[in-house]
Structures are given as C-alpha cells and as structure tokens.
C-alpha cells in the first residue's frame, strides 16, 4: 500500500537531508533497541488496585512463568550499548580530528544525557502535590515515581561507560574483542560467589559488582566494532555461536532464571544488576547485528522505513524518559474514574492470558500518548539555550526534589 501524499513528502524530505555517509543499519539497531523498552516496560508492567482504589505495581510474570522466553525478544540493552559504544568510538575519533578535546567531547555527551532526565524529574516533582491536591491516593503516587525512576537508572549507568570511553577505546584498539574479556570475567566471578556453594556468606551488596561490567560489556563490544576490529564475519559468528551455547548453559545447567526481567517474589534476578545470562545473550545478539547490518542497512535505503528510524532517534532520550509516563496517563485516570472497578489490561490484576490480550489492546493508547507528551517535553532534549539561570536552578531544585523523594519510596 502506497503512503500518504504528506507522509511520502515527509520521508522524502528526511531522505534529502540525510548525509550519504550515516550510517544507518547502526541508526536502525538504535531504533529498535530504543522501542523495545517502552514495549516491554508495557508488557510487564501491570498493576493491581487496593481496596482504597490505589495502584500497586505487578508483572504478569508472577503468575504466568511460561512467558519468561517472551523477555529474551525485548531485552535489547546489549544491542543498545553495542551501538552506543560503535557511535562513540566514531564521534571521538572526529571530535579528535577537528582539534576538540576528549574532556569537551566527554562534557556534551553527558549533559545531552543529563537534560532530559533533569526535565522528567523536574516535571514530576511538580505533578505529585498537584495530583494529591486532586485525590490521588498517596500510594499511587508511590507507584508512579518508582516506575518513573525505573528507567533513569540506564541513564546513570549510561553515563559512567561513556566517561571511560577514551580508555576503553584504547583498549579496543591495542587488544580488539579481547578487551571485552575482563568484564565478562568480572561478572563471571561475581555471580559464580553470589550464586555458588558459599553464596549464604555473601554480602548482598555483592551483585552490585556487576553494574558498570555488565553493561560495558556490550558498550566494549561496539568500541571493537567502532575501531574496526569486529566487521570480520568469523568474529561476529564467533559472539554469536558463544553467546547461544553459554546462553543455553547458564539456563540448563547452572538454573539461572529465565525471565530476562525482575519478577515480584523471585530471589534471584538476571537484570538489576546484570547477570552473566544477560551477557551471554548481549554477545549473541552482538554477533546477529554484526552479521546483519549490510542487509539492514539496504533496507533503510527505503525512505518510507528510513523516515522513522530518524524520528525515534532523534526522540531517543525523551522515549526512555517519558514512557512510563504515558502509561501512567492512562492508568491513573483509569483508578480515579472507574468507581473503584479494575479496568482489564490496565488495572486489573495481571494474572490471566486474557490480561496479556487486554494489554496488547492498550499499547496503542500508550504510544499515542507517549507520542503526544514527547510532542511537548522534547524541548528537555535541545539546548537550553533560552532558559534563564533562574529557571535552570528551580528545575534543578525540582529534580532533587523529586530524586529525594523516589529513593525513599523505591
């Protein structure tokens, strides 16, 4: 089906003013890694409602365990870190050759970072007495800023790989896909203690060892990709086949869980922080996107698939920011206005296949809303060149308010 006049002018024009050197099968992994966390963020996160009427977070998980499998489609933070690291090793590299220092380079990466996550806080730090002030219930406002929070973490963690960007694109030059061997060790010994024969003598703060390791693990990888040490197809085959048999070692002998993402209840969990499975599946991953990418890339030569790979990276921060708000949207109204009564999909326990149809059934609402505040927030993303330092200190102000707030109650 041919598209509309206006959206074929639309792709037409994003295709004019694309340069002839992006690169855009790397553009395309961003894409779809960035999408993949709101879709699964949605399909896990459902809520259950109080005798008060308020929300409480749940997952589906909890109750339907033969789902897990379904987390390893939209864990896709190892192809997130893997093009993020492919991308830094090439904007250093020209920062370098234009005479800009690695200090100044590292400076505009992490406010670009910063900015977003400044204005969601702020935002919701001015939301919560006004939604109490109009009868939201104390815990609901509990639920939302934990899921609010929920993504910034990546932020945060984000951040500190890409501060140590020139040492591991070093590293990535002198030793290529052997420098991404330590952190993979690193979270190695960390789970083979916390999960081994003395784990009941283990400090439980332990697992959070693995946090910068594991995901500068597949950040490594797209620095050895980056510098050109991973476009040989024996080495991606090589991540890939790795990846698959670890993956499958780890599950079936080792009992690691299979959900991909925490469950409510469960002891042990592959995500916060990262566990070797996690790994695992980030190599193989790593290994199909190496493998991929010039036949991704003849795709995107399509201007009509092209056009929205640029439109969701450009709105990449504002997605991971915004999207648990715009499920949030739905969801409170939805407590407030529906006399106490659970709305399927949506506050109704998650405990069913007929929950899971009746979610699938919502994302649409979900993405139009998010759409519609990213229409309003994107401004976070720009340059705040306009803003005054009075502004800039109350949302500063603001955003610790909130912070504060968020970790006293996660």
């Not at 149809?357 to 994302?363: F, G, M, Q």
């Amino acid at each position: 089906m041919p598209l509309p006049a206006d959206l074929r002018a639309f792709a037409t024009a994003i295709e004019a003013r694309t340069p002839a050197h992006r690169d855009r099968a790397v553009d395309g992994l961003r894409a779809l890694a960035l999408l993949s966390v709101p879709a699964g963020h949605w399909l896990v996160g459902g809520f259950t409602l109080n005798d008060e009427g308020a929300l409480h977070n749940a997952s589906p998980l909890a109750a339907l365990g033969a789902l897990a499998p379904a987390s390893w489609l939209f864990q896709l933070l190892g192809i997130f870190f893997l093009v993020g690291g492919y991308s830094a090793a090439h904007s250093l590299r020209r920062a370098t050759e234009r005479g800009t220092s690695t200090g100044t380079w590292l400076r505009g990466r992490l406010v670009r970072l910063g900015r977003p996550v400044l204005g969601v806080t702020a935002v919701w730090a001015a939301l919560l007495p006004l939604l109490s002030l109009a009868g939201v219930p104390g815990t609901t406002l509990r639920t939302a800023s934990v899921l609010v929070v929920q993504p910034l973490w990546f932020v945060g963690v984000y951040a500190a790989i890409t501060a140590l960007t020139p040492y591991a694109l070093r590293a990535a030059e002198r030793a290529g896909l052997w420098s991404a061997l330590p952190p993979l060790q690193s979270v190695a010994v960390v789970d083979a203690l916390r999960y081994g024969p003395f784990a009941d003598a283990m400090p439980s703060w332990l697992a959070l060892l693995n946090l910068l390791p594991g995901w500068l693990f597949g950040y490594q990888l797209g620095l050895v990709w980056g510098v050109g040490r991973l476009s040989r197809r024996a080495a991606a085959r090589l991540l890939l086949g790795g990846g698959v048999v670890l993956f499958a070692v780890l599950l079936t002998v080792f009992g690691y869980p299979a959900s991909l993402v925490g469950v409510p209840g469960e002891a042990r969990t592959n995500s916060h922080p990262p566990s070797l499975l996690v790994l695992a599946l980030a190599a193989a991953q790593s290994g199909v996107a190496v493998l991929a990418r010039e036949r991704l890339a003849a795709l995107l030569a399509r201007p009509a698939l092209w056009a929205p790979v640029v439109v969701i990276n450009l709105a990449a921060m504002t997605i991971l920011c915004w999207h648990q708000s715009a499920m949030l949207a739905a969801a409170i109204p939805a407590a407030a206005l529906n006399g106490g009564a659970a709305v399927a999909g949506l506050t109704a326990d998650p405990t069913s296949l007929g929950w899971v149809a009746a979610r699938l059934a919502w994302l649409p609402l979900f993405a139009v809303l998010l759409a519609g505040i990213a229409s309003v927030t994107r401004y976070f993303e720009q340059p705040w060149t306009g803003a005054s330092t009075g502004r800039r200190v109350l949302a500063g102000a603001l955003a610790a308010g909130f912070s504060l707030y968020a970790l006293a109650v996660v």
